[in-house]
């Protein structure tokens, strides 16, 4: 079965450094990733996906992600966080074909960002 | 244009009653899925539907859960007989026919006394 692997429980970083949350995959075949933002009480919004194509991969808000095959990851990157960034992020896979379309999520990484 | 609605936003409810969480999807989509969301937790697959039809339900606890989609009206999440097992937060997603991204709802949190 997939699974998706968030290691970082909370990170903690400073208004103005760069940010790396980290996600692993777990399947035989290359899946659909995507990368959701949750702010406290509110839905999920995407931030960005890969399908095929290009590994890097540009999204919404500065953020962008890189697909590496040999390590099975998708880490989320943005070179310098601002004080809204704060919110839980989670990383999501799935294969959408046929009957299986299901995302599998991660546990989530929640992020806070200090003045 | 209106994304993912769901109603109620927040749900009281006490054990041995029944929960019904609505979700209407973006204008023109015919996938809907749900997913629950418990505390502290990620978000775990339940249902998947298109119109009239049960497509995946892999993920719905085999008691008490139930899932539509009529040809008219929103989709509908039933739970029979809650338990305080079952709070958490409910999404509700939607997608186009042949389009690969599942666009998601405020959620419906679901409390059970």
């Known amino acids: 079965a997939q699974s998706v692997t968030q290691p970082d429980i909370h990170i903690t970083v400073s208004e103005g450094a760069s940010l790396e949350l980290r996600c692993n995959y777990s399947?035989?075949?290359?899946?659909?990733l995507f990368w959701y933002v949750q702010s406290p009480g509110q839905g999920l919004q995407l931030l960005l996906k890969y399908f095929s194509g290009d590994t890097l991969v540009q999204g919404i808000k500065g953020f962008e992600a890189e697909f590496k095959r040999s390590q099975s990851s998708f880490n989320l990157r943005k070179p310098s966080v601002h004080w809204s960034d704060a919110a839980e992020y989670f990383c999501a896979v799935g294969f959408l074909s046929g009957s299986a379309r299901q995302l599998t999520f991660g546990s989530g990484t929640q992020l806070t960002v200090l003045p | 244009n209106a994304g993912v609605m769901q109603n109620p936003r927040h749900l009281v409810r006490r054990r041995g009653q029944e929960a019904r969480l609505r979700c209407s999807p973006v204008k023109g989509h015919s996938h809907v899925y749900w997913y629950r969301q418990l505390p502290e937790e990620g978000l775990k697959f339940m249902v998947y539907?298109?119109?009239?039809?049960?497509?995946?339900e892999s993920g719905m606890p085999k008691e008490r859960f139930s899932a539509e989609f009529p040809k008219e009206g929103p989709s509908i999440l039933r739970i029979q007989q809650v338990v305080r097992g079952d709070s958490a937060a409910y999404f509700c997603?939607?997608?186009?026919?042949?389009?690969?991204?599942?666009?998601f709802g405020p959620g419906t949190r679901l409390t059970v006394l």
């Open positions: 399947y035989g075949a290359t899946p659909y």
């Open positions: 997603a939607s997608s186009p026919a042949g389009l690969n991204e599942q666009f």
């Open positions: 539907l298109q119109k009239e039809n049960i497509i995946d």
